[in-house]
């Protein structure tokens, strides 16, 4: 099953490893799928070209709240009716990206976001949970949105509410700005359960001690810029 109307949309610096399998098991489900590749230094572009994905690159590294606009703004413009959001580091399944799509075209949601809590992990450190916990909650009191996680990159927008969320911080801020912008648009959103998958690649890159900390600055930073 494809979605002919849906566009992946994979932020990508650096990922020469993996972007090519996580773009060739996503088009096993969607026929539509833009890697926006954020000034990497290695085959990020090529692999994932060769794997099937149409490719846009920014000639310098803006971050990846600025490669996800860029992403959304090119699958709009393709006349997208659903928007995904997906990791290239093989840490997102796309029949969880599907699942969502599905609920989504039922027309009672503008957004649906991915949730580990209401589903699986593998291979999560146990300091990374009970941080991702204390965001979640932060995230509610500072919102008032009902969502079991955050920082979530796996999330469906329709195309209306992707025209209305415009993600102006260009770095991790913008998984806070969006969550936030929900809110206070007033949009529909509903919880998906998915499964994370923490890999020797992702944690091999630093993500354990990575994640934590760019968690912790979109908070403080979100905080300021109040």
């Given at each position: 099953?494809?979605f002919?109307?849906t566009w992946?949309?994979?932020?990508a610096?650096n990922?020469?490893?993996v972007?090519?399998d996580?773009?060739?098991a996503a088009r096993?489900?969607f ?7 954020d000034?990497s230094s ?9 794997a099937g ?13 600025a490669?996800l ?5 090119y699958?709009?413009?393709r006349?997208a ?6 990791d290239?580091?093989?840490q ?7 699942d969502?799509?599905k609920?989504?075209d039922?027309?009672?949601f ?7 809590f209401?589903?699986?992990t593998v291979?999560?450190?146990l ?8 965001a979640?909650?932060y ?11 955050t ?5 469906v ?11 102006r ?10 969550l ?11 919880e998906?359960p ?5 890999t020797?690649?992702?944690?091999a ?9 760019s968690?912790?600055k ?9």
């Amino acid at each position: 099953m494809t979605f002919d109307t849906t566009w992946l949309v994979v932020p990508a610096f650096n990922e020469e490893a993996v972007v090519g399998d996580t773009v060739a098991a996503a088009r096993q489900y969607f026929s539509n799928i833009i890697v926006v590749d954020d000034c990497s230094s290695d085959k990020t572009s090529i692999n994932a070209r060769n794997a099937g994905a149409t490719v846009c690159r920014h000639p310098v590294n803006l971050g990846q709240g600025a490669a996800l606009q860029t992403g959304i703004d090119y699958a709009l413009s393709r006349g997208a009716d659903h928007i995904v959001t997906f990791d290239a580091d093989g840490q997102h399944r796309p029949i969880d990206a599907a699942d969502m799509v599905k609920i989504l075209d039922s027309g009672r949601f503008d957004v649906v976001l991915a949730s580990r809590f209401l589903g699986h992990t593998v291979g999560m450190q146990l300091s990374k949970r009970l941080l991702l916990k204390l965001a979640t909650l932060y995230t509610r009191v500072t919102t008032g949105l009902e969502i079991s996680d955050t920082h979530n990159g796996l999330r469906v927008f329709s195309a209306n509410a992707a025209r209305k969320i415009r993600i102006r911080q260009n770095r991790m801020a913008h998984a806070s700005e969006i969550l936030e912008l929900i809110s206070k648009l007033g949009l529909r959103y509903t919880e998906a359960p998915c499964t994370i998958i923490y890999t020797d690649y992702s944690m091999a890159k630093g993500q354990r001690m990575v994640g934590a900390v760019s968690i912790l600055k979109d908070l403080l930073v979100r905080r300021m810029y109040r």
